[in-house]
Nanobody
Framework: QIQLAESGGGLARPGDSLRLACTVSGRTLDQYSVFAIGWFRQVPGKERVLVAAIPWRTGSSYYSDSVQDRFTISKDNAENTVVLQMNHLKPEDTAVYYC?????????????????WGRGTQVTVSS
């Protein structure tokens, strides 16, 4: 099994930046055990929504329309870490952010395509 752990959430003002990190670990972790890592966010009463995803090896990343040109997803394979750099934050970015692994291609867009999940980190954007 692999485990995912998020870090880097917190409180920010509109226009600020935050950096979230997802560290992937596990006894079975190798270059074939994870196809992609996605960052989702969830607000109370709503479903988890994919905001960005990146293939673990090669390929194009995905961004939702709501974060395109503001958020950047990147990975450090040596450190088994995927980073979500969030710039120009808006109050509507407030949510719990989760990272999750997509084990098989193609890169999924739905929460049901991803397993396992991290425990989440709260991001609050408020003036």
């Amino acid at each position: 099994q692999i485990q995912l752990a998020e870090s880097g959430g917190g409180l920010a003002r509109p226009g600020d930046s935050l950096r979230l990190a997802c560290t992937v670990s596990g006894r079975t972790l190798d270059q074939y055990s994870v196809f992609a890592i996605g960052w989702f966010r969830q607000v109370p009463g709503k479903e988890r929504v994919l905001v960005a995803a990146i293939p673990w090896r090669t390929g194009s990343s995905y961004y939702s329309d709501s974060v395109q040109d503001r958020f950047t997803i990147s990975k450090d394979n040596a450190e088994n870490t995927v980073v979500l750099q969030m710039n120009h934050l808006k109050p509507e970015d407030t949510a719990v952010y989760y990272c999750a692994a997509d084990r098989l291609p193609p890169m999924g867009r739905r929460a049901a395509d991803y397993q396992p999940w991290g425990r989440g980190t709260q991001v609050t954007v408020s003036s």
